[in-house]
């Protein structure tokens, strides 16, 4: 198990997140993975369908930054780690909520997590975050999410 890690480790230095640059599948919506619908926090509404809780993004966003997840992540482009913008159109809040609170459970044990880290070769730390201060930034994402879709047109009308 020990021996896993440490060969992980190796790839990370070669590549780090950026290994797949050559995946097509960065800002445009399309996500070239397709998971088998497995794990048992991916069932129900995507996160985007649900309301926004407005009155903690800007709650999420502070968290967001000073919890460091702005070093890996960004919206609308990729800067090290998956890009996250279109995350709330893929995954519902429930996997969101455990990716962020136990991220190397997930990596584990959860079948869409588990890809993430074979397709990026990074095990994404765990930042200590409480559960309110996980469900702010989700808040924070889908907001951003959604910002980013709005001039676009609905999907239905
Ligand atoms: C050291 C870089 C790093 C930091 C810091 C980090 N992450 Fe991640 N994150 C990753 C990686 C890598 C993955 C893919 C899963 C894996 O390999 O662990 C990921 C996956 C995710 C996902 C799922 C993405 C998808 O495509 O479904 C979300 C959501 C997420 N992170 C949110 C956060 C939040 C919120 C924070 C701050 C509390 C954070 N991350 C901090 C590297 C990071």
Request: glycine share 8%; net charge negative; hydrophobic share 30%.
């Amino acid at each position: 198990m020990k021996r896993h890690l440490v060969l992980f480790a190796v790839l990370l230095v070669l590549g780090g997140c950026a290994k797949k640059s050559g995946d097509p599948s960065s800002s445009s919506g399309g996500t070239g993975t397709s998971v088998a619908s497995t794990s048992k926090y991916d069932n129900g509404p995507r996160a985007a369908e649900e309301p926004i809780d407005e009155s903690l993004v800007a709650q999420g966003e502070q968290l967001f930054q000073s919890k460091g997840c702005s070093a890996c992540h960004g919206f609308g482009r990729r800067i090290s780690c998956p890009d996250l913008q279109d995350v709330p159109l893929q995954r519902t809040s429930q996997w969101m909520e455990q990716q962020i609170l136990h991220p190397e459970v997930m990596t584990k044990e959860d079948p869409i997590s588990h890809q993430l880290f074979a397709q990026y070769s990074l095990q994404m730390p765990n930042q200590q975050l409480t559960q309110p201060e996980a469900h702010a930034v989700i808040e924070y994402i889908k907001h951003k999410n959604h910002e980013a879709h709005e001039g676009e047109g609905r999907e239905h009308k």
